[in-house]
């Protein structure tokens, strides 16, 4: 079966038109929002709706399809390929922050200070800057609301109180995942179940004090996305995390909703897997905020 | 399950494909998709042409003639967006659909259906940036490398853009995902990799550039997004953030992003020159090695875009060190294709001359970018029309050039129909000869001085702007021979009959020429018997 003359060539594709126009309505009504224009909330949510409904269009096409057995070896490997590339991207696209956290941290924010090329930036723009990590600048933008105002002092997050205990939750979740996958693979189609919806809990439940901490982070610390650098890496690090964590909790619902009506087998189980995969590299994203965001 | 099985029946069996348009719209074939790959990149061109046009309308003479300077800046931006995101990439990657399959010896595409998606993402992204235009305060001004801050003070159509970029990144990931896996998992029994014709190989590495650097480009202008909307202070020192961090970021993507467009383009130059030169190409196996030198290198050399930036004088040395290293990859590269040349028994069709005319111009356009990696000369040459010339160099008579060669090369496959070999030649000539017009003159005037990105300037720059702008004209006005050329082929070209392998002893080259012309809707739904390639 693995010889290419085998291979899965679908005659035409109905989806992908209409995943096209979700994104695009839902971005254009964002660029809209932004601006202020009033049609702009209005096209967000018929996109975001026209997109959601493609996703479950497509990949109930996907699942069909792979439940009556059209995929050859030769088109699951390619499918495994495709999500570790993609995984990949997704690790470049983190890059980019852990990259942005390193270099205000090291380089650009120690010149602000007067350290080495920056002697002459700090005497003549910022002479009274300190730079010491966590900082919002110069400026001391942001911070705690005093008297209706931004005062500009802000409190950086600490490692050990939720951020800890979402890395036992995260981490535990991968022991779960895993033994589901193990569960899968002997045929004890309970312990598939029961593995996945402990995934699933431990998912959201991360979510939740997430939720939580990001509240506090307002409400009562004055750590914002508008408090300078440390404020913005912070939450543009945690946020598209949490984001990934949502989405991947999302793909194990929508695996273990396939799970409990019998799909996947032993030798045929390629969503359980890249939801898997997806799930550990969510995990390894965080060990890298643990330590470098919240610990360091 | 029917679909699925009447792919295995025979090669024309179209009964259960759409037909019309929406054929075009749902289709799952890698040649329809990259057709409409080709059309949208070509249509592309032209738009991007036009801007072009109003640049050198505009710089003809000294004064301000046409356009008010923030909306002649919204003109280089957007030809330069236009250029590289709708104009130069897409092509190669419609090359890629229509050939990898057909030189690799696979059936189709990896991944049929989000071939398709990859492809629709296009226009409506094309169309969102071009739409920019048409908003309060004009298309993004703040040229294609949308530095910030200028590119965080602009108004609401550098969001068009920046969503534009969002939508063409995704498709560009995907349409690279499935181009890795392609080649990767595919690959007819007995087609090793180091057997590979060299455009798979070039676009294999290209692929695996873009996975890498796309994503990276997608979170800077997202950073630049919630600077502009969010209150964060990434790009803004005010907050402890740095302006010149996003020019790391830009030029990490940036750097890479260039080579995206030149890597297919030495991989056309090395199918086509052994082809014309009768000879096996010279150095198959350091071709590989090269091109895979030049894309790590490209990943550590970004910043010798910034030197004039302020960086601390060990960065200045390392950039500039490293990027010197690029000419070594590249000069193997010039000297195998010369030496694929050497005592070959070459004939001049249009093609070929296209390439030939690649490996000159090419190699000028790698000298000037040596000469501006020499950190202290480039001082001189930065923000200059030295810097214009050299990287036109390197993508109009490079890239471009290769890719219309491309089309000559492969045009009469896929239609079965010769194309004009007398109006190519016209075509050839006239473009040739008005790109150094038009490029050349520049590089005179960035070393007297001439900034680049101004619509007005000094009057002694004027004699070489109004040579560059009527070789301009001419360079875009002999485009329209090409357009000609491809419509005329498709509809029939000569009205010969073209052999399946087109150009003589073709099918020693690669699978593709073994096809019949034009090549079936589908090709190798049985695996093919691999000839070895000839290899030096």
Same mark, same amino acid.
């Given at each position: 079966?693995?010889?290419?003359?085998?291979?899965?060539?679908?005659?035409?594709?109905?989806?992908?038109?209409?995943?096209?126009?979700?994104?695009? +309505? *839902?971005?254009?009504?964002?660029?809209?929002? *932004?601006?202020?224009?009033?049609?702009?909330?209005?096209?967000?949510?018929?996109?975001?709706?026209?997109?959601?409904?493609?996703?479950?269009?497509?990949?109930?096409?996907?699942?069909?399809?792979?439940?009556?057995?059209?995929?050859?070896?030769?088109?699951?490997?390619?499918?495994?390929?495709?999500?570790?590339?993609?995984?990949?991207?997704?690790?470049?696209?983190?890059?980019?922050?852990?990259?942005?956290?390193?270099?205000?941290?090291?380089?650009?924010?120690?010149?602000?200070?007067?350290?080495?090329?920056?002697?002459? &930036? /700090?005497?003549? *723009?910022?002479?009274?800057?300190?730079?010491?990590?966590?900082?919002?600048?110069?400026?001391?933008?942001?911070? /705690?609301?005093?008297?209706?105002?931004?005062?500009?002092?802000?409190?950086?997050?600490?490692? %050990?109180?939720?951020?800890?205990?979402?890395?036992?939750?995260?981490?535990?979740?991968?022991?779960?995942?895993?033994?589901?996958?193990?569960?899968?693979?002997?045929?004890?189609?309970?312990?598939?179940?029961?593995?996945?919806?402990?995934?699933?809990?431990?998912?959201?439940?991360?979510?939740?004090?997430?939720? +939580?901490?990001?509240?506090?982070?307002?409400?009562?610390?004055?750590? &914002? *996305?508008?408090?300078? +650098?440390?404020?913005? &890496?912070?939450?543009?690090?945690?946020?598209?995390?949490?984001?990934?964590?949502?989405?991947?909790? +999302?793909?194990?619902?929508?695996?273990?909703?396939?799970?409990?009506?019998?799909?996947?087998?032993?030798?045929?189980?390629?969503?359980?897997?890249?939801?898997?995969?997806? %799930?550990?590299?969510?995990?390894?994203?965080?060990?890298?905020?643990?330590?470098?965001?919240?610990?360091? | 399950?029917?679909?699925?099985?009447?792919?295995?029946?025979?090669?024309?069996?179209?009964?259960?494909?759409?037909?019309? #348009?929406?054929?075009?719209?749902?289709?799952?074939?890698?040649?329809? !998709?990259?057709?409409?790959?080709?059309?949208?990149?070509?249509?592309?061109?032209?738009?991007?042409?036009?801007?072009?046009?109003?640049?050198?309308?505009?710089?003809?003479?000294?004064?301000?003639?046409?356009?008010?300077?923030?909306?002649?800046?919204?003109?280089?931006?957007?030809?330069?967006?236009?250029?590289?995101?709708?104009?130069?990439?897409?092509?190669f990657?419609?090359f890629?659909?229509?050939?990898?399959?057909?030189?690799?010896?696979?059936?189709?595409?990896?991944?049929?259906?989000?071939?398709?998606?990859?492809?629709?993402?296009?226009?409506?992204?094309?169309?969102?940036?071009? @739409?920019?235009?048409?908003?309060?305060?004009?298309?993004?001004?703040?040229?294609?490398? #949308?530095?910030?801050?200028?590119?965080?003070?602009?108004? $609401?159509?550098?969001?068009?853009?920046?969503?534009?970029?969002?939508?063409?990144?995704? @498709?560009?990931?995907?349409?690279?995902?499935?181009?890795?896996?392609?080649?990767?998992?595919?690959?007819?029994?007995?087609?090793?990799?180091?057997?590979?014709p060299l455009f798979?190989w070039t676009w294999?590495?290209?692929?695996?550039?873009? !996975?890498?650097?796309?994503?990276?480009?997608?979170?800077?202008?997202?950073?630049?997004?919630?600077?502009?909307?969010?209150?964060?202070?990434?790009?803004?020192?005010?907050?402890?953030?740095?302006? =010149?961090?996003?020019?790391?970021?830009?030029?990490?993507?940036?750097?890479?992003?260039?080579? !995206?467009m030149i890597l297919p383009t030495f991989g056309v130059a090395s199918t086509i020159i052994p082809v014309f030169a009768?000879?096996?190409l010279f150095g198959y196996?350091?071709m590989?090695?090269a091109t895979?030198?030049?894309?790590?290198?490209?990943? #550590? =050399?970004?910043?010798?875009?910034?030197?004039? =930036?302020?960086?601390?004088?060990?960065?200045?040395?390392?950039?500039?060190?490293?990027?010197?290293?690029?000419? !070594?990859?590249t000069?193997v590269k010039v000297f195998n294709w010369t030496a694929t040349m050497?005592?070959?028994?070459?004939?001049?069709?249009?093609p070929m001359l296209f390439s030939i005319a690649f490996v000159v111009l090419f190699t000028?356009g790698g000298?000037?970018?040596?000469?501006?990696?020499?950190?202290?000369?480039?001082?001189?040459?930065?923000?200059?029309?030295?810097?214009?010339?050299?990287?036109?160099?390197v993508?109009?008579p490079s890239s471009v050039f290769i890719l219309m060669a491309a089309g000559y090369f492969w045009?009469?496959?896929?239609?079965?129909?010769?194309?004009?070999?007398?109006?190519?030649?016209?075509?050839?000539?006239?473009?040739?000869?008005?790109?150094?017009?038009?490029?050349?003159?520049?590089?005179?005037?960035?070393?007297?001085?001439?900034?680049?990105?101004?619509?007005?300037?000094?009057?002694?720059?004027?004699?070489?702007?109004?040579?560059?702008?009527?070789?301009?004209?001419?360079?875009?006005?002999?485009?329209?021979?090409?357009?000609?050329?491809?419509?005329?082929?498709?509809?029939?070209?000569?009205?010969?009959? =073209?052999?399946?392998?087109?150009?003589?002893?073709?099918?020693?080259h690669?699978?593709?020429?073994?096809? $019949?012309?034009?090549?079936?809707?589908?090709?190798?739904?049985?695996?093919?018997?691999?000839?070895?390639?000839?290899?030096?």
């Amino acid at each position: 079966m693995s010889t290419p003359g085998a291979y899965y060539i679908p005659s035409k594709a109905t989806w992908p038109v209409l995943a096209t126009a979700g994104l695009v +309505i *839902l971005l254009a009504g964002f660029a809209n929002y *932004l601006n202020g224009s009033s049609i702009g909330p209005t096209m967000m949510i018929v996109g975001f709706v026209v997109f959601i409904l493609m996703l479950t269009g497509w990949f109930a096409l996907q699942a069909s399809e792979s439940e009556s057995g059209m995929y050859s070896t030769c088109v699951g490997i390619s499918y495994r390929m495709g999500m570790m590339w993609f995984i990949f991207s997704e690790v470049m696209f983190f890059a980019v922050f852990f990259g942005t956290l390193w270099y205000t941290r090291n380089l650009s924010v120690p010149w602000l200070g007067g350290e080495g090329i920056g002697a002459a &930036t /700090k005497e003549l *723009l910022w002479p009274s800057f300190d730079a010491v990590w966590p900082t919002n600048g110069p400026a001391h933008l942001g911070g /705690k609301i005093v008297d209706g105002k931004p005062s500009g002092e802000f409190e950086s997050m600490s490692a %050990w109180g939720l951020p800890f205990l979402n890395t036992l939750i995260l981490l535990s979740s991968g022991v779960t995942v895993t033994w589901a996958h193990h569960g899968l693979l002997a045929q004890h189609r309970g312990q598939l179940i029961k593995g996945l919806i402990a995934t699933v809990a431990l998912g959201f439940l991360f979510v939740i004090c997430q939720a +939580i901490e990001y509240h506090e982070a307002y409400s009562e610390m004055g750590l &914002t *996305l508008g408090s300078g +650098i440390y404020g913005s &890496t912070f939450f543009m690090l945690t946020g598209f995390h949490g984001f990934h964590v949502c989405v991947g909790a +999302i793909i194990l619902s929508v695996v273990l909703f396939r799970s409990s009506i019998g799909h996947f087998k032993p030798e045929n189980h390629f969503a359980f897997e890249a939801a898997a995969w997806y %799930w550990h590299f969510v995990d390894v994203v965080w060990l890298g905020l643990f330590i470098f965001v919240y610990i360091l | 399950m029917q679909a699925a099985h009447a792919h295995e029946h025979g090669h024309d069996d179209h009964a259960h494909h759409p037909s019309g #348009i929406m054929r075009w719209v749902q289709t799952t074939n890698h040649k329809d !998709i990259g057709t409409l790959y080709l059309i949208f990149s070509l249509t592309m061109f032209f738009i991007g042409g036009i801007l072009a046009f109003g640049i050198r309308a505009e710089l003809f003479q000294p004064g301000l003639q046409f356009w008010r300077p923030e909306v002649f800046n919204q003109l280089t931006t957007m030809h330069g967006l236009i250029m590289v995101f709708g104009a130069i990439m897409p092509a190669f990657v419609g090359f890629a659909n229509w050939q990898i399959p057909m030189m690799i010896g696979a059936p189709d595409m990896a991944f049929a259906r989000m071939n398709n998606w990859s492809f629709w993402l296009l226009p409506p992204a094309a169309l969102l940036l071009v @739409s920019s235009f048409f908003v309060p305060g004009g298309a993004p001004a703040a040229g294609w490398t #949308i530095y910030a801050p200028l590119s965080t003070q602009m108004g $609401p159509g550098m969001d068009l853009g920046i969503f534009a970029l969002h939508i063409m990144g995704a @498709s560009s990931i995907m349409g690279s995902i499935n181009i890795v896996t392609t080649i990767l998992n595919m690959r007819a029994p007995g087609m090793t990799l180091m057997k590979m014709p060299l455009f798979v190989w070039t676009w294999l590495i290209t692929a695996f550039l873009l !996975i890498a650097v796309m994503p990276v480009f997608a979170g800077a202008v997202t950073m630049l997004l919630t600077d502009r909307f969010f209150e964060t202070s990434f790009f803004d020192a005010a907050g402890g953030g740095d302006p =010149v961090l996003y020019q790391h970021i830009f030029w990490f993507f940036g750097h890479p992003e260039v080579y !995206i467009m030149i890597l297919p383009t030495f991989g056309v130059a090395s199918t086509i020159i052994p082809v014309f030169a009768r000879k096996p190409l010279f150095g198959y196996s350091s071709m590989v090695y090269a091109t895979a030198s030049i894309a790590f290198l490209s990943f #550590i =050399v970004w910043a010798h875009h910034m030197f004039t =930036v302020g960086m601390p004088i060990a960065g200045e040395l390392y950039f500039m060190y490293a990027t010197m290293l690029i000419a !070594i990859p590249t000069g193997v590269k010039v000297f195998n294709w010369t030496a694929t040349m050497w005592k070959g028994s070459m004939t001049f069709e249009t093609p070929m001359l296209f390439s030939i005319a690649f490996v000159v111009l090419f190699t000028m356009g790698g000298f000037t970018g040596l000469m501006m990696s020499i950190a202290p000369s480039d001082f001189q040459y930065h923000d200059t029309y030295f810097i214009v010339a050299h990287f036109h160099y390197v993508l109009v008579p490079s890239s471009v050039f290769i890719l219309m060669a491309a089309g000559y090369f492969w045009l009469p496959k896929w239609t079965g129909h010769m194309y004009n070999e007398k109006i190519g030649q016209l075509h050839f000539w006239m473009s040739v000869i008005s790109v150094n017009i038009l490029f050349f003159p520049q590089h005179f005037l960035g070393l007297a001085g001439m900034p680049r990105r101004i619509p007005d300037y000094a009057v002694q720059f004027a004699d070489w702007n109004m040579v560059s702008s009527i070789g301009g004209f001419i360079f875009g006005v002999s485009q329209l021979l090409f357009l000609y050329i491809v419509i005329d082929t498709i509809r029939g070209g000569t009205g010969e009959k =073209v052999s399946d392998e087109v150009w003589e002893d073709a099918h020693k080259h690669g699978l593709e020429w073994t096809l $019949p012309s034009p090549a079936p809707y589908h090709t190798f739904t049985t695996p093919p018997d691999v000839i070895p390639t000839e290899h030096q």
